[in-house]
């Protein structure tokens, strides 16, 4: 098989860059490991920044989003009982973000790509990426329980955390940045309508908190719990009990219970991988870097390489120029160590860590009291909750 850019995995990364690809007239092959099924209902990310429902409305994939998506003008923190809302579109000039869930941009981009794309192979799963430094890599891949080879041009690794692509860079090339968190997410989907019309932090003495939607009907609810925890050991009524708990305020708002329809735990990292490229070989998204998920980014980071990516090969293919390839790595990392920081610090000001002191919980009170009271320190988190451009 062959074609011009072989991309590895089918998330958010691999789909959109193939769909860019298609519009510019640049022929792709995907090859995804799991089934179609799988990859649909993988319950992830929510958030999506201006600037990537922008891209997706750009590619032609934002129909849906546009139809089902909720535009969302600010956030609510909560902590010592009190509620202060961060007016996104006041502090940033007009932008906001959009509740638009993962599994549906997977969805919108695979049935784009089925109809109109290049091929799109699901249980197809990459082996190795071979000869990234020479002129033509090779992937080869198990599709159905038979071996086959993509030869392309330039070979695009998509394949998250856990792939393949990575491993091609030589180890003395590559350089590895890396924070794990002493805790995790306990997130659960539950069908009754939100508590509140925006997202809410919650920081509290037990733990963070979380509310958020996936639709006016459906709530995504999450608590920090110990990293290791087994999710199958809270039962409901705990898990909306200890919401309850960390959510509440001085005033009469009440937390909506409903039926939870699924529960999973999410562990914390912080990662980077150094370079984005190895010759004709190009990380993107997850397989390059992990934030911890408290500011909303995973997703967005991955939307924002491609676009840089597809740009670049477009560029490369209509003018010659390798310029922009050459500069895909140093132009992606200066977005992703911004947002590193920015989900660092948002998960440090808002979780409780287990060795924490009682001086370190009232420096976080100081902190989201400096947020609630200096429009500067509410503009920074507004900025960057909102999107860093695209380099
Ligand atoms: C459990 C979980 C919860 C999350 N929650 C949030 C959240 O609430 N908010 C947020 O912003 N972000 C969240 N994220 C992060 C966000 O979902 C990711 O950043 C986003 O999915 C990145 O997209 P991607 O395309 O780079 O990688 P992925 O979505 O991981 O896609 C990679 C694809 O590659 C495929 N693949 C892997 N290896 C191979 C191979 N060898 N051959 C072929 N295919 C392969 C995989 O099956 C997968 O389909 C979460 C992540 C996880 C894991």
């Not at 319950?43 to 934002?62: C, S």
């Not at 199958?232 to 705990?238: I, L, N, T």
Request: proline letters at 5%; a negative charge; aromatic letters at 6%.
């Amino acid at each position: 098989m062959r074609t011009t850019v072989g991309i590895i995995g089918a998330g958010p990364a691999g789909l959109l860059l193939a769909r860019l690809l298609h519009r510019a007239g640049v022929d792709s092959v995907v090859l995804e490991s799991r089934d179609r099924a799988y990859v649909e209902r993988r319950q992830r990310a929510g958030i999506l920044e201006q600037g990537t429902a922008d891209a997706l409305r750009a590619a032609g994939a934002g129909e849906r989003m546009d139809r089902e998506g909720l535009r969302h003008d600010g956030i609510e923190l909560r902590f010592d009982r009190h509620r202060h809302r961060v007016d996104l579109p006041a502090l940033t000039g007009g932008r906001s973000v959009t509740v638009y869930a993962q599994t549906e941009v997977c969805k919108d981009l695979i049935a784009l790509q089925l109809k109109e794309g290049g091929p799109l192979l699901f249980e197809a799963e990459a082996l190795a990426v071979e000869g990234a430094d020479g002129g033509r890599p090779r992937i080869p891949f198990r599709h159905q329980g038979r071996e086959d080879v993509l030869e392309c041009d330039y070979a695009v690794g998509c394949d998250g955390f856990r792939g393949v692509a990575r491993e091609a860079f030589p180890a003395g090339g590559r350089r590895v940045f890396e924070r794990t968190y002493p805790y995790a997410w306990l997130g659960v989907l539950a069908d009754v309508a939100p508590s509140h019309d925006e997202l809410v932090y919650a920081r509290h003495e037990r733990g963070f908190a979380l509310l958020s939607m996936r639709s006016p009907s459906v709530s995504r609810l999450y608590l920090q719990v110990p990293a290791g925890t087994d999710a199958g050991r809270w039962s409901d009524e705990e898990i909306w009990d200890e919401l309850e708990r960390r959510l509440e305020t001085d005033d009469d708002w009440r937390l909506e219970r409903g039926p939870v329809t699924q529960k999973s735990v999410t562990p914390m990292r912080s990662f980077v991988h150094e370079p984005m490229r190895h010759g004709r070989l190009f990380l993107a998204g997850d397989a390059a870097h992990i934030v911890p998920p408290t500011g909303a980014k995973g997703l967005n980071l991955a939307v924002g390489d491609v676009v840089t990516l597809a740009r670049a090969l477009v560029h490369e293919k209509e003018t010659g120029s390798p310029d922009l390839l050459d500069s895909y790595s140093a132009t992606c990392l200066r977005r992703v160590w911004q947002t590193e920081r920015f989900s660092s610090d948002m998960t440090t000001l808002l979780h409780r860590a287990p060795d924490a002191t009682a001086f370190d919980a009232r420096l976080q009170s100081a902190r989201l009291e400096r947020i609630a009271s200096s429009r500067a320190a509410e503009t920074d988190l507004a900025e960057a909750y909102t999107g860093f451009p695209l380099g």
